[in-house]
């Protein structure tokens, strides 16, 4: 048994049945995975955020080591597509009858039809075409589309307000000339109502989006699928918290600080809204903060796992293939290490940044809330070329065929060659699930960079 069934099937003994299903060209995976049954479902649902990363760090290794053929054990990468052939049923029935998600539904079908051609080109496994195949419809998606345009386009609404906080300090500190001061006044009869709506406007469509869905799944309703209605509410309720609780954390804080700002606390009750706005940029840091601990915690937990793995087996080729997983999984955690500590530290500095802009350092005099405004716009500027950057190093798991040359080397009738070493990786890969593990660094920095 490999480490991840090993695993797998320690926390879920439900799983042995899928462990042991042999592949070939007649083996009826997809079978085997409905007839575990609806109350394992129940059990699994609020854990497929960790299934999801277990089934990315597999990707992304068979995809290190199809790139690096002459470095890989060839029955050892069978085997591994084999396992990522399983695991791609059991998400793709999971995503398809209980969290509902049709695209991932339609993304784990292309795996299963790459990891078959690999096995046919390697194994030289010859598959039956699959039958009663459930179809999906992908379609167009409004709401993701909605969450997509929402996260990219917060970068460009937080400069425009930037900017601005920014030329008016200019202002303020008596650095301009007349005419740019009585354009700016002209110019904030509008641009300050418009930027003041767009405070919570902006995040509306997100937080209906993410509300709707969210009751759409909780409340039983006719167009809900049979399996999902079999799963208790509070499993309902709790996976697709799972996936959309930093949306809705985020956006329900901004949109009410955004409300309040524009209708109630104005006038004389404009500086309430300051350390309003400033508390909440505090409250961001919490939660940007949660959701690094979220995410780091389910990574070290899967490491601890795999490591108990290594130091119980005595057989050694599962302590070596336990060993290499270990490797994949603390680049992935060195890759989160990144990313959270990138966005954690941008919101710790637009704090420091907006306490400048404090009622109570207005009164002493324009220079502090100028260089308040210089910070924002120099912490936004640096977030964005960061953020860019690291984005170079995001993991990919997408698993490509190889070269004709390379898929040779691997293929049925390649001559044997000697025992190649063990491979390292130079560069973290991974896969970005739908779940929210798969919610990128814009949004959670976005709305204060």
Not at 78 to 89: C, G, R, S, T
Not at 101 to 126: Q, W
Not at 171 to 182: G, H, K, M, R
Not at 335 to 356: K, P
Request: proline letters at 5%; glycine letters at 4%.
């Amino acid at each position: 048994m490999t480490p991840l069934f090993i695993h797998l099937t320690k926390m879920f003994p439900e799983l042995q049945a899928l462990e042991a299903v042999g592949v070939d060209g007649n083996s009826n995976i997809n079978h085997v995975v409905a007839k575990i049954g609806p109350e394992f479902y129940t059990k699994i649902i609020g854990f497929h955020p960790h299934l999801n990363m277990e089934y990315s760090i597999l990707c992304q290794k068979i995809r290190h080591d199809l790139t690096y053929s002459d470095a890989c054990n060839k029955e050892q990468l069978v085997q591994e597509i084999k396992d990522a052939l399983k695991m791609a049923e059991l998400l793709e029935y999971l995503n398809l009858h209980y969290l509902i998600v049709p695209r991932e539904v339609r993304r784990l079908r292309n795996h299963k039809k790459m990891y078959r051609e690999l096995l046919t080109d390697i194994a030289g496994i010859a598959f039956t075409p699959e039958t009663n195949v459930l179809e999906v419809d992908v379609g167009w998606s409004l709401s993701q589309l909605i969450r997509e345009d929402t996260g990219a386009s917060n970068w460009y609404r937080i400069l425009l307000s930037r900017t601005n906080r920014i030329l008016n300090a200019f202002v303020a500190i008596e650095v301009t000339s007349e005419a740019f001061a009585l354009f700016m006044a002209r110019a904030n009869v509008y641009l300050s109502p418009f930027l003041a709506y767009l405070g919570w406007c902006f995040f509306i469509p997100r937080l209906s989006t993410n509300l709707f869905l969210l009751l759409k799944h909780l409340i039983p309703n006719p167009w809900m699928d049979d399996d999902e209605r079999s799963i208790r509410w509070t499993n309902r309720l709790l996976a697709q918290l799972q996936r959309r609780w930093f949306e809705l954390a985020n956006d329900s804080l901004w949109c009410t600080v955004g409300l309040l700002n524009c209708f109630l606390l104005v006038g004389p009750l404009a500086p309430i809204g300051v350390y309003l706005t400033i508390g909440a940029f505090v409250l961001d840091v919490v939660i940007v903060s949660i959701r690094a601990y979220i995410e780091l915690n389910r990574l070290h937990d899967l490491r601890k796992a795999y490591q108990e793995i290594l130091n119980a087996s005595e057989d050694e080729e599962t302590r070596q293939q336990a060993k290499e997983f270990l490797n994949y999984i603390d680049n992935r955690i060195q890759f989160e290490h990144l990313r959270s500590g990138l966005a954690i530290s941008g919101a710790v500095a637009v704090v420091a940044a907006m306490c400048l802009t404090m009622p109570l350092l207005v009164a002493c005099g324009p220079l502090m809330p100028f260089v308040g405004a210089v910070l924002l716009i120099m912490i936004w500027a640096a977030m964005y070329i960061l953020t860019n950057q690291l984005e170079q190093y995001r993991p990919k798991d997408a698993v490509e065929k190889p070269s004709s040359s390379a898929l040779s080397k691997l293929s049925l009738f390649a001559k044997p060659e000697p025992s190649p070493r063990e491979p390292t990786v130079q560069q973290v890969d991974t896969v970005e699930m739908v779940s929210l593990n798969e919610t990128e660094l814009v949004t959670a920095t976005g709305h204060r960079l």
